[in-house]
DNA sequence: TAAACTAATTATAACAATTATAAATTAAGA
DNA sequence: TCTTAATTTATAATTGTTATAATTAGTTTA
């Protein structure tokens, strides 16, 4: 599955004329298999391994370069740095206030609140952007057994 | 109306115990008056004539203390700086993806999501947040004219 | 009202994420 | 294989934000 992921991207990047180099296919490989949303910085150091004179400019240049192409998608919180997740079907994200942790989970679209806000304003509507936050089922116990 | 909302930002200063001064006074009247949900830049150049000695510092302590009590609301999109939008009534955010232009519009609270959330993931939700994107009226005739 | 205490402001430096630049390297088509 | 333009690398620069320490100013209490 996740292999097929990354055969429609590579595809995706031919079709572009976008060039597969060792340090594209790495990215795009670790982001696919990672569920965890990394940073930048999480990606350059997860394939310092691999390829050890990749410069951290590479890493931005490319995670550019699959958000231009549609590949992939840039979250910004209010933390320090993006998170960067690789698009498959529509989900949204619920995001833990206490440790961070981001779950995806699928939801129906929300064309009814489009279609209200463009009405409303006049805006001509491409796109939303949804988030949930709380607190996950590891932290409540956490913070039940402070109280 | 504006100058209720800045009496009730002072009383919760008031309340919550935090200090009022010149500089913040004037931060939250301009947030209040302010239609264009500033970031931090744009607060530090409005107020340079009025407080030709403040730093920066003042005005991100002050928006911080301001978020913390709850008066404010911090805004991170993918452009690098933050925006800063005084909170009155809840509404959400319409965005322009060609001039960046933020324009507010009401909707009924997003409750059967949250709720759908919470049952899948297993978090507890606290909140939610919602953005829509666009091209703004003026953006859509600019855009005809060239094509 | 004055003194004392604490919080806020200022100026400055530090930091961290991201982007720009220029030289060296390399993928991909002819 | 050769050529060319795209990409990578290394590095410096930029920018938004935060930390620090000294100064200033509200607030409380006597």
Redesign the pocket.
């Known amino acids: 599955m996740s292999e097929t992921h990354l055969q429609d991207a590579l595809g995706t990047l031919?079709t572009t004329?976008?060039?597969?180099?060792?340090?594209?296919h790495a990215i795009l490989e670790f982001l696919i298999q990672s569920m965890t949303h990394p940073?930048?910085?999480d990606i350059y150091k997860a394939l310092e391994g691999k390829?050890p004179?990749?410069?951290?400019?590479?890493v931005?240049?490319?995670?550019?370069?699959f958000r231009e192409v549609g590949l992939v998608k840039e979250l910004?919180y209010g933390d320090?740095?993006?998170r960067f997740d690789f698009v498959t079907n529509d989900h949204y994200h619920i995001i833990c206030e206490c440790c961070g942790k981001i779950v995806d989970f699928h939801y129906p679209g929300l064309d009814e609140i489009e279609h209200f806000a463009s009405q409303v304003t006049g805006f001509e509507v491409n796109a939303h952007r949804l988030e949930i936050y709380g607190t996950c089922p590891s932290c409540k116990v956490v913070s039940e057994n402070v109280q």
Request: net charge positive; charged share 15%; hydrophobic share 30%.
């Open positions: 031919k004329g976008v060039r597969i180099t060792p340090q594209r940073t930048a910085d390829f004179n990749m410069s951290v400019a590479t931005y240049n490319n995670l550019r370069v910004t320090s740095s993006s």
